[in-house]
């Protein structure tokens, strides 16, 4: 747990173990000085030469170690003896102290163990660096090296014995114990500096919490707040139970577990997963950003290394998230044909990272990635791979039922019908239920009732927060009287509603569901010329199912890179159909149009991209409104596999009155004796030129402080039809100008 103080019990044994250190590197120094390998104690300069004895000394046959402790004096043995019985003492009495944690923890040998004591005793003692430089004879060096300690600590020729202590691979350096100093990278490493690691400093001191810096992109859970259950979505019992079998099979080898990667949408369960096995091993859950590792880092290897290094000291499970955002490759672009294949080449460098820093590690792993289309890590350790489901109907009302208790639903709201409205992983349902529960106002004895309307908001809150840039919500503010369409155009945006309204009780109750995999959901196709009302039908269909519509900003979704469409459209299509919302994609030609013969590179990326739309427009199970002007530029495939076609013709003469007479019913803006059915029958147009015209004369009429009559009206229409590009006879602008008004 953090605390803002160190730990007693802990600053005693490491106060011990530094004690031991000191003295032993003491009585080296003055076994060093009588063998004339340091200059004596009133030598008057030094640290400024190479001193003589010190050479014929070292030219000289070396001495083991038992002839080299022989000739210490009978007070530095005693010391020695001393300082290490009492830090052996206190760590028997109390195996948990941070020093004897890492010692085991990292599997540390007696000489590694030493060199870490080291590294950190400078940060402590506040001689030890003056003892450091009177070793090495130079007051410049003031820390200590792995030759100064296998020169003066173990024996004249130790640096042989103690090289592979400062190997990359070795413990100290893998496990990011210590560092080696690289502004001195000329050195060899035998005579580089050796420099604590300021979380080890930390760490020994009995700061138990998390490492301060990977705590901004990592997250600690402790075992005994794991839950011990999981949420399951009616598909994944097996597969739970099996996952914590194997878990129960590997409780005193956990490094014998394959690296398990959960695989699905955003708010499935895969760390409820992942906390669930770490307390079945008995570990504490460390859940680390990878996106953010690096960015932290610097570099993702040191940013493994030091999360493998926080899960040993933690006795924590590793969990990594993002693994899709660093390991996607960029897109690249290609000089013949201006797009090229996607580049594998980043994915294969992390997953080499990964392998390098995995290498060895005695802990087990796991991936929480977010999309079951990205490829998993590919390592010399096995990789399994968990694939969680979505809900299904039974599914998704035991979790309403979980999440919402009886005494939070108002009368009338069944878990039933919610689960049939919003199509939710356990995750985003607990937020909806959150959300509503906050904002709900408490009744007399302090709880709340929710109702449809509520947890309807939230659930909308959240889907807009997701979508993000990729869409914008239209207002339903249209009623079907506004709407001006023919009687046979009405009723099949009534089936249209009428078909959303029954799904469930045709693809479930009556199990027509079995029979038809794909294709239970509606995408529509409204078909027609510009401004005859096809977003307007759409924001009423949506009001009609109250559902929220979104229009696809399709600027933002497709992209000229080689899968950035396939994947801004995969997210926007997800989020639609976890919650209740409807798509519209506006100039559907552009997405969906016909796939050409391949006769280059471009045209096979481009039909792959029409190919991964049909699929997921087939798989869709909301509803997705296309919309389209050139009807017979759309793929044959894409008008198979929608569910229906509504055209919506030009209006006719008595269509076109109407729509003139539903824009103006301001009489006090009106000259008298308007003839709406004389304008209608002139001017051929659809109803969104109609509301143009009509909005240009009430413009111009109220900037000239005129009423808006039959002539103003016919020059704003003259206008429209030539900004349409068709042929007007004179200029309707010199009509405006002669035009006059009584005020």
């Known amino acids: ?94 195996p948990d102290l941070p020093l004897a944690r890492l010692r085991t923890a990292f599997g540390l040998t007696d000489e590694e163990y030493l060199v870490l004591l080291v590294s950190v005793a400078a940060e402590f003692d506040p001689g030890m660096a003056r003892l450091f430089a009177y ?43 210590i560092q080696l100093d690289n502004k001195r990278k000329t050195l060899p490493e035998l005579h580089r500096p050796i420099l604590s690691d300021q979380r080890i400093v930390r760490f020994v001191q009995g700061f138990a919490g998390l490492d301060e810096q990977l705590s901004t992109v990592a997250t600690l859970d402790h075992a005994d707040r794991a839950p011990t259950d999981a949420i399951l979505t009616g598909q994944d019992q097996g597969v739970w139970d099996r996952v914590m079998a194997q878990a129960d099979e590997h409780l005193d080898r956990p490094w014998d577990l394959p690296i398990i990667a959960f695989r699905g949408a955003e708010g499935i369960g895969k760390h409820h997963w992942s906390r669930a096995l770490a307390r079945r091993l008995n570990q504490n859950h460390l859940r680390v950003d990878l996106a953010g590792l690096t960015a932290e880092y610097g570099s993702l290897e040191r940013g493994l290394r030091v999360s493998l290094r926080e899960a040993r000291l933690q006795n924590a ?96 709201v069944t878990y039933k019908k919610l689960a049939q409205s919003f199509r939710m992983t356990p995750g985003q349902l607990i937020d909806a239920v959150q959300e509503a529960t906050g904002e709900a106002t408490p009744r007399p004895d302090g709880g709340v009732q929710l109702d449809y309307a509520a947890i309807g908001r939230a659930v909308k809150r959240q889907l807009r927060h997701r979508l993000g840039d990729n869409a914008a919500l239209i207002q339903l503010d249209y009623a079907w009287d506004d709407l001006v369409i023919p009687p046979d155009v009405e009723l099949q945006m009534r089936e249209l509603i009428g078909r959303y309204e029954q799904r469930a009780k045709v693809f479930e109750t009556w199990g027509l569901g079995k029979r038809f995999g794909t294709g239970q959901g509606l995408s529509v196709l409204f078909e027609g010329p510009p401004g005859t009302g096809k977003t307007m039908a759409a924001s009423i269909v949506a009001r009609e199912l109250d559902l929220d519509l979104f229009q696809i900003d399709l600027s933002k979704i497709v992209s000229r890179y080689i899968g950035e469409t396939e994947k801004n459209l995969g997210k926007v299509f997800d989020e639609a159909e976890r919650a209740r919302a409807m798509l519209l994609f506006d100039e559907a030609d552009s997405l969906f149009s016909s796939r050409t013969a391949v006769k280059s590179s471009n045209d096979r990326y481009a039909n792959l991209e029409v190919n991964y739309l049909l699929q997921r427009v087939e798989h869709f199970t909301g509803i997705a409104v296309l919309t389209t002007n050139f009807p017979t530029g759309l793929d044959e495939a894409f008008r198979r596999r929608i569910a229906m076609r509504i055209s919506f013709p030009k209006p006719e003469v008595a269509e076109r009155e109407r729509l003139w007479g539903s824009m103006l019913t301001n009489q006090q803006i009106l000259a008298p004796d308007l003839d709406l059915e004389d304008l209608a029958y002139e001017f051929e147009l659809a109803g969104g030129h109609i509301k143009n015209a009509v909005l240009r004369a009430a413009f111009i009429a109220a900037n000239r402080g005129w009423r808006i009559d039959q002539e103003l009206l016919r020059i704003a229409a003259r206008i429209e039809l030539k900004e349409q590009g068709l042929l007007v006879h004179g200029s309707p602008y010199d009509e405006l100008r002669e035009h006059k008004q009584e005020s």
């Open 135 to 177: 070793a090495h004879d130079h007051f410049e060096r003031q820390y200590p090296t792995l030759a100064l300690l296998a020169d003066c600590v173990v024996t004249p020729t130790g640096g042989v014995a103690m090289r592979w202590i400062l190997d990359p691979e070795a413990s100290l350096r893998t496990c990011a114990l």
């Open 317 to 412: 499970v590793l969990c990594f998230d993002s693994w899709a955002s660093v390991t996607e490759a960029p897109r690249v672009m290609s000089d013949e044909v201006g797009l090229a294949p996607h580049d594998e080449r980043r994915f294969n460098d992390v997953c080499r990272v990964f392998g390098r820093v995995l290498r060895g590690y005695p802990g087990a792993v796991m991936f929480a990635i977010d999309s079951l289309q990205a490829d998993p890590p590919r390592l010399s350790r096995p990789v399994q791979v968990v694939d969680l489901s979505m809900p299904d109907l039974p599914a998704s009302i035991e979790l309403w039922k979980r999440f919402l208790p009886k005494r939070m639903r108002a009368p009338g």
């Open 1 to 94: 747990m953090q605390t803002d103080r160190p730990d007693a019990a802990a600053l005693a044994h490491l106060n011990a173990e530094i004690r031991y250190v000191r003295a032993l590197l003491e009585a080296h120094i003055r076994r060093l000085q009588r063998a004339g390998r340091l200059p004596p104690p009133d030598f008057p300069f030094p640290g400024t030469t190479v001193f003589a004895p010190e050479i014929e000394s070292r030219l000289s046959e070396s001495k083991t170690m038992d002839a080299l402790l022989g000739e210490l004096d009978a007070e530095s043995v005693l010391a020695l003896d001393r300082a290490r019985t009492l830090g052996d003492q206190l760590a028997k009495a109390a």
